[in-house]
């Protein structure tokens, strides 16, 4: 089967520009997320949809993030306006069932951002 | 509130030796943990993971993990590594009620030849 598909792979920006990333979920999975790994950390879960509605954005910054799932299949994340403290891994993952342990996750390979 | 620890930062070691990367969790009612791996610039995958029952996990590429609920430990473990295992490695924990996967920091495995 085809994973999970992210782009861009890299993006540069300087500070207060915005910027979009882009989910396509793996097909038939109804959960997907969006997680922060930030250099030395491990992920960090911003966001996570049920089909097109969210479950949890409990960590999302929302003054300046903000992300949608229109249709309950692919995902954008915008970042406006991006700070340093910003660049980051940002992954996307998705999953069969929300919550469900013997559900795994399956990631993308992530966006690498910079903000200078 | 849920969390997981992982005590090495890095851990290096001879290719064909033994390693051990150690995670402890915080305890709950329930709780199901997880061991993902992430090659240089790629996204992470499942290595193996513990829902209930054996409290020895087998994973993929030769990985095995123990659940020990008295240490709240799930520590990861391959008899004899290889070039190939160089990679980062993290430790998961859903709880029950929280239906949420926290990661640990990583450990990063340096495997020399």
């Known amino acids: 089967e085809a994973g999970v598909a992210q782009s861009p792979r890299y993006k540069i920006i300087e500070k207060r520009q915005s910027v979009a990333f882009w989910c396509n979920p793996i097909?038939?999975?109804?959960?997907l997320y969006w997680y922060q790994q930030i250099l030395g950390q491990g992920p960090k879960l911003l966001i996570q949809?049920?089909?097109?509605?969210?479950?949890?954005d409990s960590q999302l910054p929302k003054d300046r993030f903000s992300a949608e799932r229109l249709k309950g299949v692919d995902s954008t994340l915008k970042i406006q306006p991006a700070k340093l403290e910003d660049s980051a891994v940002y992954l996307c993952?998705?999953?069969?069932?929300?919550?469900?342990?013997?559900?795994?996750?399956?990631f993308g390979n992530g966006t690498r951002l910079t903000v200078t | 509130a849920q969390s997981v620890t992982q005590l090495d930062s890095q851990v290096p070691v001879f290719e064909e030796a033994p390693v051990e990367l150690r995670c402890n969790y915080s305890s709950s009612v329930s709780v199901y943990l997880f061991w993902y791996v992430q090659y240089p610039n790629q996204g992470l995958q499942l290595l193996l993971k513990y829902l209930s029952g054996s409290t020895l996990v087998k994973g993929i590429n030769g990985f095995e993990a123990e659940f020990n609920k008295s240490q709240t430990s799930f520590h990861l473990r391959k008899p004899s590594v290889h070039i190939s295992d160089t990679a980062e490695y993290f430790c998961a924990s859903i709880s029950g009620g929280y239906n949420k996967l926290i990661f640990g920091a990583g450990t990063r495995l340096a495997v020399h030849p």
């Open positions: 097909s038939g999975h109804a959960t």
């Open positions: 949809f049920q089909n097109n509605g969210v479950v949890d």
């Open positions: 993952a998705s999953s069969l069932e929300e919550g469900a342990p013997s559900s795994p996750l399956h």
